[in-house]
């Protein structure tokens, strides 16, 4: 990882392109259900394409690009990571698994101690 000073500059025809990428999606979503006399195709033919035409606009924008950069990004750190084995995996799932179920076990004694020391002890103290 770098650690550069990132300065993001939203130009206005940055914001102007993202609102019609917007509006171009929505248009689609509109038509879709206002177009319900009209066949199942047209229909989902508006839908689709006010969504891709949303997907092109903003994909031109540079807001679209950093996201598209970003993703690339994510990506290459995605295939950097150093997964485990399946041997390694089971024996923490194991370790982690034992850990649990002593810690329950403590638990359930400190539980029982302070259950006798109250109910067994104290109160037959009172009696």
């Not at 989902?44 to 394409?49: E, F, H, S």
């Not at 903003?58 to 990004?73: D, V």
């Not at 850990?99 to 109910?119: N, P, Q, R, S, T």
């Amino acid at each position: 990882m770098s650690n550069q000073d990132v300065e993001i500059v939203t130009s206005k025809s940055d914001v102007v392109l993202v609102t019609l990428a917007v509006l171009s999606a929505v248009a689609g979503v509109v038509a879709f259900a206002l177009l319900t006399e009209q066949p199942i195709s047209v229909r989902l033919g508006a839908l689709a394409g006010g969504i891709v035409l949303g997907v092109l606009i903003a994909w031109m924008s540079p807001s679209g690009k950093r996201l598209l950069a970003y993703g690339r990004q994510s990506y290459d750190e995605l295939r950097r990571v150093v997964w485990p084995t399946k041997k390694e995996t089971l024996n923490t799932t194991g370790m982690v698994i034992a850990f649990v179920v002593i810690m329950a076990f403590f638990l359930f004694i400190c539980d029982k101690l302070i259950e006798w020391g109250l109910y067994d002890f104290l109160l037959r103290l009172s009696l």
